[in-house]
């Protein structure tokens, strides 16, 4: 019969623990890393549903912007509009904090002048709300081209979001 030497079953038991030690070190590491890689990624979705709710209300401020300056003048309109506007550079400052690529895009779509000289602050700010304008073709069509720069914006938002 084999005789098995005791000094023998004792390096082997030692050495297998070690080798148990090493595998539940990197199954430890490869937790922590999954953990990180799962937090990362909840904080990304957060943040890009953050991004797609201000992106959305944006719209529908501006919408909401197209359909006041629709009204007849009244002191009310006049400091609805105002309200809006700076709802919109609010909502910008926000968008420019979660995404400051897209928030780029925002405000340059917010500031930016067509070729007659107009921009949503020269428009809303100052002849909408300031002057008391009632809006026309030439303001209607204005702000429809702004609607569907802004609706660009938000397809390259999506595009980024999903990559």
């Known amino acids: 019969m084999l005789e098995i030497e005791p000094d023998w079953v004792s390096a082997a038991a030692t050495f297998f623990a070690g080798i148990a030690t090493i595998a539940a070190a990197f199954t430890a590491i490869f937790a922590y890393r999954l953990q990180r890689a799962m937090a990362v990624s ?27 300056a629709k009204q007849d003048w009244s002191p009310d309109r006049t400091e609805k509009l105002r309200s809006l ?3 919109i550079r609010y909502t910008e400052t926000v968008i420019k904090s979660l995404n400051p690529a897209i928030g780029a895009k925002v405000e340059e779509w917010r500031i930016s002048s067509d ?39 938000q397809d390259e938002m999506f595009k980024e979001i999903g990559a």
Request: avoid cysteine; aromatic fraction near 8%.
């Open 85 to 87: 506007s700076e709802d």
């Open 42 to 68: 909840r904080q990304q979705i957060l943040k890009g549903d953050n991004l797609l709710k201000n992106i959305q209300s944006l719209i529908a401020t501006f919408a909401d912007i197209h359909a006041t």
């Open 115 to 153: 070729s007659q000289g107009d921009s949503i602050p020269r428009i809303v700010d100052y002849i909408l709300g300031g002057a008391g304008a009632i809006i026309g073709d030439k303001y209607d069509s204005f702000l429809f081209s702004k609607a569907s720069e802004l609706r660009k914006i």
